[in-house]
């Protein structure tokens, strides 16, 4: 399996970006859960999204109502709407799925595979 993060770039705070994850080797229908995930310079990586196999979807607070977590099953590909960005969003973005389960999903030790990153810069 694997994951290939892309969309990243450099855009101004209030500016919109489409992440895109896309997988090869399994459908992404098969995975339990897949995430987003980020990682700021001199931080620990930190959740920002995830989204069940059953379309349910969780965000961390300081992101709800700005991005939003979907999948497209033809594309094997799943997405992270970002819109109105801040200087705060600013970090490599990862993709990740798990296999199993339906537990804990904001934990990176709850993820089997990883994207390679993408990097989000907002300048103010």
């Known amino acids: 399996v694997q994951l290939q993060a892309s969309g990243g770039g450099l855009v101004q705070a209030g500016d919109s970006l489409r992440l895109s994850c896309a997988a090869s080797?399994?459908?992404?229908?098969?995975?339990?859960?897949m995430g987003w995930f980020r990682q700021a310079p001199g931080k620990e990586r930190e959740f920002v999204a995830a989204i069940m196999w059953s379309l349910g979807t969780y965000y961390v607070d300081s992101v709800k109502g700005r991005f939003t977590i979907s999948r497209e099953n033809d594309k094997n590909t799943v997405y992270l709407q970002m819109n109105s960005l801040k200087p705060d969003d600013t970090a490599v973005y990862y993709c990740?799925?798990?296999?199993?389960?339906?537990?804990?999903?904001?934990?990176?030790?709850?993820?089997?595979?990883w994207g390679q990153g993408t990097l989000v810069t907002v300048s103010s």
């Open positions: 080797g399994r459908s992404v229908v098969t995975f339990s859960t």
């Open positions: 990740a799925a798990r296999r199993y389960g339906s537990g804990i999903y904001d934990d990176t030790k709850s993820y089997d595979f």
